[in-house]
């Protein structure tokens, strides 16, 4: 018992000094392979905007508080655009189960992003999100620079104000 | 093992602090931890724990360096929180890998998780809320030859808890193959067409060691002995297609002869069959599906019959509700049959009009029904029963005659003003408890309502007020506990601090105590750090997520959720 | 590239290939004989066997001294010799007094040991100087020769229990290598019926009156319905192995007082014949 303590203090602090340091560490998306609402192979790898830096929110058609994000992050989407350009990929991880509910809720929402479909959590898995609502922030050379999780009413104000400081350059935290 | 273990985490801790990149490479990663300390309360059932304390964690450590990246995840059941299976307590590495990921070429060394097409017939995959994990452990290809066309190849064994699986012939060795053609892309002249087709087809087979299964013959003693499949295969051939507005998404699988312990050791095969139509404009989604399972458990062990070891995924086509009286019966996929329809219409009234107001009005209306199969049972067995023979036979469109679930809401998201949001939601079931193995049982139908308010407050604070109710004539104890009130009171503050309360109360109960299901939570984010704390009444339930649910017993306590990425 | 099509290609239809479809007669296997019932293990061996078949008829004149022969060499070696009488060839036929003692599996041996001229005898179904016959009066120096020589290479222990639900008898095995043994192995179980009286011809006046005994106890009967040569291991099998099998035999209706019977086990090369090892035990 005593053993499974110390391992996990070490895997606590492991956790906390990677933590630390990652932040300004900068990893980049991985070469994970998932779809496109029709069907097609998409990498996330390749996820871009035109040189500028992009937005990526993971969310699912049962969880309350990712609609209440992407619905309140939709309705400034267009004045959003216009002013910095910003592009948002929506990557839902709906399973077989719920996968279908996807495309009706996103064009029925009429949202305006980029909705991919990870139905199998590679993706997910492969950039450490344990539930949604968790959105990331990835600068135009491919790497992520913020990311955040969960969504109370007003973080969509906290999110563009980190996007702008990156269009800018500037370092965020 | 536990000094090993120690020492890879220190190792990759000490390089971590020491310098950013690892050999050039990146470290990330996620971490969770539950905790629970629950006491006794003989009025909702919730049981002693003689341990005080029990906890739940895991951390995910992933290395990327270029094409390469490996990652392992270190899981503690120390011990299991209440209603996690007790045979996963322990410690360990659950889960390693190593991989190679080229454009063109994909190569998995150790555990992973794959799926093949809607995952009728292949799905690896890990549901942490149901504390189900059936990992691969094994080797994983893909190869994309050229643009358009995906080949899958998958060979291993499953996790199960912490057993030794490659030290026992129990283990069945899951074996798969799966193409997928994107006609749109393999044919340049396509490539713009409106109409996108993409079909597949994959193959999966299971060895599993023939075991000894004897029938006997009451009246003679005579012994007979079933001769078992040791290869069990299954088929499956896809199509997606897409125009326009529309899209069609079908699937259909079948499975070679597996007698095993979910279908009552009959040679009957398995059949599944699913199709999903959809309609997509601005403003207005529309899909209906529809799907008939026949004997479709598939498990890489054949005397299995829990959550793990599945080697297909066969979800219900059910609304997943995130509200926890809507969650109060909940449906799971009956895989020995069934047949089952979905509708989902999804309408937003345009912004500025008489019905949809300043912000416009999103309308959800969602219908789902449960129904057996139709079955013929063909002949018995010597010893009277069906173990060994075809079973039945089921004609491929007609229902049985047993309703298992079905089910209609509707839901209404109305912004009233800058800062108002409104959620009304109302659900009307009706839950057959034999849906969640309760024979003879009375149905129940119950009336269900939700309100959600959200108000925005200065500095980027907020307060959300939620009231439930749960109407039912049927009041005669566990299943049906009669009417249900709940409501919650949130405040957020800045995005980083919340405090909930939550009393949900069964005042129409009959028969025994009434009880207020009181919860109190605090939580805390910090970037990818989340802290939360609850403390307060758990009523016992059932969670069901895809094909399986998992029983949560009730508890009395203190909860601890600790969640971060790196 | 090239290769990783390739690849799927072998793939593809190995998997296609690896599905078993068991037809339909074939799904459930009648075990005749064999049965998933048990019965406690009372009789344990621990020390090498033998098996005296004594092949003989009720016209037999010289019999009687045969089957007092049997029953000195039983008094003699006690629980290391099991006799099985075995009534077969014309001596035989036709009972005066309509006692069936002849058996299909009898006869066959008869006629595969070669025993032609009664009264004979085979001893663990070793062939001595070419042939399995031995006479009466070479049984006890055989016996002897037979347990000193022959190798301990397994024990058989025993459980049996009438089940009167279905006039079965239930007999539980336990075969256990104390050696490793290269090739195929056989069982067989059978049921034997002593204290049966009946008329025996005899011309030896120190065996009874003559020409015939009328009151003749006849003892260890072959009966009928036994299970002949079922397969024990098919391959090798290693030392410290244990194979444990119950069968149900039926009853043979000839059978006047089950609680008179006993049930032999004896464990043969499947090639050679050989007996390896036997049991019995009483019901």
Not at chain 2, 40 to 51: L, P
Not at chain 2, 362 to 371: E, F, R
Not at chain 2, 390 to 400: L, M, N, P, R, V
Not at chain 3, 255 to 270: E, H, P, R, Y
């Given at each position: 018992m005593k053993k499974f303590i110390l391992i996990f203090v070490a895997i606590l602090f492991c956790g906390i000094t990677i933590n630390a340091q990652t932040n300004n560490k900068k990893s980049t998306l991985p070469t994970v392979t998932i779809n496109t609402l029709e069907g097609k192979a998409i990498k996330a790898s390749e996820f871009s905007n035109e040189g500028k830096p992009f937005v990526i929110c993971f969310w699912a058609t049962w969880c309350k508080p990712c609609l209440m994000e992407l619905n309140a992050m939709a309705e400034l989407y267009g004045d959003w655009q216009k002013e910095t350009g910003i592009k948002i990929y929506a990557v839902s991880i709906d399973d077989a189960r719920t996968c279908p509910k996807v495309k009706p809720l996103v064009s029925g929402s009429d949202w305006g992003y980029e909705v991919v479909l990870d139905q199998n959590s590679e993706l997910k898995r492969a950039l450490g999100v344990n539930n949604p609502p968790h959105t990331f922030i990835v600068n135009e050379k491919g790497e992520i620079v913020w990311q955040h999780v969960g969504y109370a009413p007003g973080d969509e104000e906290t999110l563009i104000e980190v996007y702008k400081k990156v269009v800018k350059g500037e370092e965020v935290k | 093992m536990k000094k090993l273990l120690l020492a890879i985490f220190l190792i990759i801790c000490s390089?971590?602090?020491?310098?950013?990149?690892?050999?050039?490479?990146?470290?990330?990663?996620?971490?969770?931890?539950?905790?629970?300390?629950?006491?006794?309360?003989?009025?909702?059932?919730?049981?002693?724990?003689?341990?005080?304390?029990?906890?739940?964690?895991?951390?995910?450590?992933?290395?990327?360096?270029?094409?390469?990246?490996?990652?392992?995840?270190?899981?503690?059941?120390?011990?299991?929180?209440?209603?996690?299976?007790?045979?996963?307590?322990?410690?360990?590495?659950?889960?390693?890998?190593?991989?190679?990921?080229?454009?063109?070429?994909?190569?998995?060394?150790?555990?992973?998780?794959?799926?093949?097409?809607?995952?009728?017939?292949?799905?690896?995959?890990?549901?942490?809320?149901?504390?189900?994990?059936?990992?691969?452990?094994?080797?994983?290809?893909?190869?994309?030859?050229?643009?358009?066309?995906?080949?899958?190849?998958?060979?291993?064994?499953?996790?199960?808890?912490?057993?030794?699986?490659?030290?026992?012939?129990?283990?069945?060795?899951?074996?798969?193959?799966?193409?997928?053609?994107?006609?749109?892309?393999?044919?340049?002249?396509?490539?713009?067409?409106?109409?996108?087709?993409?079909?597949?087809?994959?193959?999966?087979?299971?060895?599993?060691?023939?075991?000894?299964?004897?029938?006997?013959?009451?009246?003679?003693?005579?012994?007979?002995?079933?001769?078992?499949?040791?290869?069990?295969?299954?088929?499956?051939?896809?199509?997606?297609?897409?125009?326009?507005?529309?899209?069609?998404?079908?699937?259909?699988?079948?499975?070679?002869?597996?007698?095993?312990?979910?279908?009552?050791?009959?040679?009957?095969?398995?059949?599944?069959?699913?199709?999903?139509?959809?309609?997509?404009?601005?403003?207005?989604?529309?899909?209906?599906?529809?799907?008939?399972?026949?004997?479709?458990?598939?498990?890489?062990?054949?005397?299995?019959?829990?959550?793990?070891?599945?080697?297909?995924?066969?979800?219900?086509?059910?609304?997943?509700?995130?509200?926890?009286?809507?969650?109060?019966?909940?449906?799971?996929?009956?895989?020995?049959?069934?047949?089952?329809?979905?509708?989902?219409?999804?309408?937003?009234?345009?912004?500025?009009?008489?019905?949809?107001?300043?912000?416009?009005?999103?309308?959800?209306?969602?219908?789902?029904?449960?129904?057996?199969?139709?079955?013929?049972?063909?002949?018995?067995?010597?010893?009277?029963?069906?173990?060994?023979?075809?079973?039945?036979?089921?004609?491929?469109?007609?229902?049985?005659?047993?309703?298992?679930?079905?089910?209609?809401?509707?839901?209404?998201?109305?912004?009233?003003?800058?800062?108002?949001?409104?959620?009304?939601?109302?659900?009307?079931?009706?839950?057959?408890?034999?849906?969640?193995?309760?024979?003879?049982?009375?149905?129940?139908?119950?009336?269900?309502?939700?309100?959600?308010?959200?108000?925005?407050?200065?500095?980027?604070?907020?307060?959300?007020?939620?009231?439930?109710?749960?109407?039912?004539?049927?009041?005669?104890?566990?299943?049906a506990a009669g009417d249900w009130i709940q409501g919650t009171v949130e405040y957020n503050l800045g995005g980083k601090f919340f405090v909930a309360a939550t009393d949900q109360w069964n005042y129409g109960k009959l028969n025994g105590e009434k009880v207020h299901y009181y919860n109190f939570a605090l939580g805390y984010t910090k970037g990818t750090t989340r802290v939360q704390l609850s403390y307060g009444k758990q009523r016992e339930g059932i969670i069901c997520i895809g094909g399986v649910c998992r029983m949560v017993p009730a508890s009395n306590g203190l909860f601890a959720t600790i969640t971060s990425s790196f | 590239m090239k290769k990783i099509i390739y690849i799927f290609a072998i793939i593809l239809p190995l998997i296609w290939v690896s599905c078993d479809t068991i037809e339909e007669d074939q799904q459930l296997i009648y075990l005749k004989g064999i049965t998933t019932e048990t019965t406690p293990i009372t009789a344990i061996s621990s020390e090498q066997k033998v098996l005296l078949e004594d092949y003989t008829g009720w016209k037999c004149v010289n019999c009687p001294r045969a089957a007092a022969k049997a029953t000195e060499m039983i008094s003699k070696y006690g629980e290391k010799l099991v006799v099985m009488a075995v009534h077969a060839t014309a001596f035989a036929n036709n009972s005066i007094d309509s006692l069936n003692f002849k058996t299909e599996y009898g006869e066959r041996w008869a006629t595969e040991f070669g025993c032609t001229s009664l009264p004979t005898g085979v001893i663990n179904r070793r062939k001595i100087g070419g042939a399995y016959t031995i006479g009466d009066a070479?049984?006890?120096?055989?016996?002897?020769?037979?347990?000193?020589?022959?190798?301990?290479?397994?024990?058989?222990?025993?459980?049996?229990?009438?089940?009167?639900?279905?006039?079965?008898?239930?007999?539980?095995?336990?075969?256990?290598?104390?050696?490793?043994?290269?090739?195929?192995?056989?069982?067989?179980?059978?049921?034997?019926?002593?204290?049966?009286?009946?008329?025996?011809?005899?011309?030896?006046?120190?065996?009874?009156?003559?020409?015939?005994?009328?009151?003749?106890?006849?003892?260890?009967?072959?009966?009928?319905?036994?299970?002949?040569?079922?397969?024990?291991?098919?391959?090798?099998?290693?030392?410290?192995?244990?194979?444990?099998?119950?069968?149900?035999?039926?009853?043979?209706?000839?059978?006047?007082?089950?609680?008179?019977?006993?049930?032999?086990?004896?464990?043969?090369?499947?090639?050679?014949?050989?007996?390896?090892?036997?049991?019995?035990?009483?019901?």
């Open positions: - | 390089f971590n602090g020491f310098s950013q990149d690892i050999f050039g490479g990146k470290v990330t990663g996620n971490f969770q931890m539950d905790v629970q300390a629950s006491k006794e309360d003989s009025i909702i059932g919730a049981e002693r724990v003689s341990e005080k304390l029990l906890m739940n964690a895991f951390t995910n450590i992933l290395y990327t360096n270029g094409d390469f990246s490996a990652g392992v995840r270190f899981e503690a059941y120390l011990n299991p929180i209440l209603g996690f299976d007790p045979k996963y307590k322990g410690a360990g590495l659950a889960y390693r890998f190593a991989s190679y990921k080229k454009d063109y070429l994909e190569i998995t060394a150790g555990n992973f998780y794959e799926q093949f097409g809607n995952g009728l017939i292949f799905r690896s995959y890990e549901e942490r809320n149901l504390g189900l994990d059936n990992a691969m452990d094994g080797l994983k290809i893909i190869a994309r030859p050229i643009k358009g066309v995906a080949l899958k190849g998958v060979i291993g064994k499953q996790r199960y808890y912490w057993e030794k699986i490659w030290e026992s012939d129990d283990f069945g060795l899951v074996r798969g193959i799966d193409a997928e053609v994107s006609i749109n892309s393999l044919f340049k002249k396509f490539e713009a067409s409106p109409l996108q087709i993409i079909a597949g087809g994959s193959f999966v087979s299971v060895f599993d060691k023939a075991e000894d299964r004897f029938i006997i013959e009451p009246s003679t003693g005579d012994n007979y002995k079933l001769t078992m499949p040791e290869n069990i295969g299954s088929a499956a051939a896809r199509l997606q297609m897409s125009y326009k507005a529309f899209n069609l998404n079908a699937e259909y699988a079948r499975k070679g002869q597996d007698p095993n312990a979910v279908n009552g050791y009959i040679f009957h095969k398995g059949e599944a069959a699913y199709l999903s139509l959809g309609y997509a404009a601005k403003g207005l989604g529309i899909n209906v599906s529809a799907k008939r399972i026949d004997n479709m458990s598939y498990k890489s062990r054949r005397g299995e019959t829990g959550n793990m070891l599945n080697v297909n995924y066969l979800p219900a086509l059910t609304r997943q509700h995130a509200y926890s009286l809507f969650a109060m019966y909940p449906y799971a996929t009956q895989v020995n049959g069934e047949m089952g329809i979905q509708a989902d219409i999804i309408y937003k009234l345009k912004k500025n009009t008489f019905l949809g107001g300043k912000y416009g009005t999103d309308l959800k209306l969602n219908y789902s029904i449960a129904n057996s199969i139709d079955k013929e049972y063909v002949q018995l067995n010597p010893a009277g029963n069906y173990e060994g023979t075809e079973g039945y036979s089921s004609s491929f469109f007609k229902a049985g005659d047993e309703i298992y679930f079905e089910e209609l809401n509707l839901e209404l998201g109305k912004k009233l003003s800058s800062d108002f949001k409104l959620n009304l939601m109302y659900s009307y079931q009706t839950f057959n408890p034999i849906a969640i193995g309760h024979q003879g049982e009375k149905f129940i139908y119950a009336n269900i309502f939700a309100a959600d308010l959200t108000q925005k407050l200065k500095k980027r604070s907020s307060l959300r007020y939620e009231v439930q109710l749960l109407l039912t004539e049927q009041n005669y104890g566990e299943w | 070479n049984w006890d120096s055989e016996i002897q020769n037979t347990i000193n020589s022959q190798k301990h290479i397994m024990d058989i222990n025993l459980g049996v229990k009438y089940k009167e639900e279905y006039n079965k008898i239930l007999v539980s095995t336990e075969n256990i290598f104390r050696e490793d043994y290269p090739s195929k192995t056989q069982i067989s179980v059978l049921v034997l019926e002593s204290g049966i009286i009946g008329v025996q011809y005899n011309t030896d006046p120190n065996y009874g009156t003559t020409p015939k005994i009328n009151d003749f106890e006849f003892n260890h009967i072959l009966r009928k319905n036994g299970l002949i040569d079922y397969p024990l291991t098919t391959d090798k099998v290693n030392k410290g192995e244990k194979i444990a099998i119950n069968y149900l035999i039926d009853v043979d209706p000839d059978i006047q007082d089950i609680s008179k019977c006993t049930v032999v086990v004896f464990v043969t090369d499947a090639q050679t014949k050989e007996i390896i090892q036997v049991n019995e035990i009483h019901l």
